[in-house]
């Protein structure tokens, strides 16, 4: 049975939610937002009705998700006196709670997920280290990984670009997760991906080490402005290999992108080599690689803007993209983040897509930092 103080616990928790959300002023701006909706002439511009249904829903969420809560709280709070009376056993009163501290931290993640990209679709790359088959072998099961995520949160996950290996696994592949904060959740997936195990592909059954790299950047859409320079892009085709049926290898409506990057801020350069397969449609997968590569090109500004925010906040702890981040020893059936030090011993699960908890830890840690600007 829970206490007094567990129960005065979930209703701080809640009133605190109430505050860090700005309720009531959301409730006062929803009003005054939908009133322009019911405008005349409101969807003579698509683009910009578009937006402002956009707006709206997204207050709309944040209203109903507090409610959710709020309606919790106060059932738990009163099946905690019912309990006195014996109108409610104690397990109704256990599991009620259980819910209310679910919908409370599942709202106070969102709550630090307030930048505009969060709420963003992600695109997630991911690159095989070097170390040949064993390395191409854990990039797919990374990929694995989070197909399953993705299946099990309810997010539409599609394959825009895979290079097999040369005997088994992937030498890189690119994911596009579609659904509410993908690439809020998934921004802490960013870095190198260290596993430790017995090689299946080892003569001498040694223990190997492999690395895998895992890029994520929010998969943005016709209202944000992103400026491409035509002039520096140039196109190859080649034919589509892999599953795909009989024709798959005879047209080539495999896009390969080419955008020669000159970086506002420093003057250096760098080509920026984008592939795409993901229809046998030539036209539409030119479309889906200038998608992703002003994707690309928003999250190179978002870093930039990482970079000068850490500068002023130089005694703040900040995350290092690109840095080693997650190690998976299968033989010592561990699981560790080096960033926050969460760690788990259920090796299966987190290779099936479990990976909530360490989603979790790093946005408790790190996500507040990050939410201030």
């Not at 099946?79 to 256990?94: G, M, N």
């Not at 209310?100 to 505009?116: F, G």
């Not at 992937?170 to 904060?181: P, Q, V």
Request: charged share 30%.
């Amino acid at each position: 049975m829970i206490t007094q103080e567990q129960l005065k616990e979930v209703k701080d928790r809640t009133e605190a939610l109430h505050h860090y959300l700005n309720i009531d002023a959301k409730q006062m701006q929803l009003e005054e937002e939908q009133l322009r909706t019911q405008a005349p002439g409101f969807w003579d511009d698509q683009k910009r009705a578009e937006e402002q249904m956009k707006l709206v829903k997204g207050l709309e969420k944040w209203i109903k998700g507090y409610g959710s809560v709020k309606s919790l709280a106060d059932e738990l709070d009163l099946a905690f006196e019912y309990y006195k009376e014996e109108l409610v056993t104690e397990q109704e009163v256990d599991e009620l709670y259980q819910r209310a501290i679910a919908a409370i931290e599942d709202l106070e993640l969102k709550n630090m997920l307030r930048r505009e990209e969060d709420a963003m679709d992600a695109v997630l790359k991911i690159n095989a280290g070097a170390g040949g088959t064993e390395a191409q072998d854990w990039a797919q099961m990374l990929m694995r990984m989070y197909m399953r995520w993705a299946e099990s949160n309810g997010y539409k996950c599609a394959v825009s670009n895979v290079l097999d290996g040369d005997d088994a696994g992937i030498k890189t592949c690119t994911l596009e997760i579609m659904g509410e904060f993908a690439y809020g959740y998934l921004k802490s997936e960013n870095g190198v991906h260290r596993l430790v195990r017995v090689s299946p592909y080892n003569a001498q059954g040694k223990r190997m080490t492999s690395f895998a790299s895992v890029f994520v950047t929010p998969l943005v859409d016709d209202s944000i402005e992103v400026n491409i320079e035509q002039a520096r892009i140039s196109w190859d085709t080649f034919r589509s290999s892999g599953a795909g049926g009989q024709n798959v290898n005879k047209v080539e409506s495999g896009v390969r992108l080419r955008y020669q990057y000159k970086d506002p801020y420093t003057g250096e350069e760098e080509e920026i080599l984008i592939e795409n397969t993901e229809t046998r449609d030539q036209p539409k997968n030119k479309e889906n690689a200038l998608r992703l590569l002003r994707s690309m090109l928003y999250d190179k500004e978002l870093q930039h803007r990482m970079q000068e925010q850490a500068k002023v906040e130089a005694g703040k702890k900040k995350i290092e993209w690109g840095s080693q981040i997650r190690s998976y020893v299968f033989d010592d059936r561990r699981v560790k983040d080096h960033r926050t030090n969460y760690q788990t011993s259920d090796v299966g699960g987190v290779m099936d897509g479990k990976i909530d908890a360490f989603i979790k830890a790093y946005l408790m840690e790190f996500g507040g930092e990050q939410s201030e600007s």
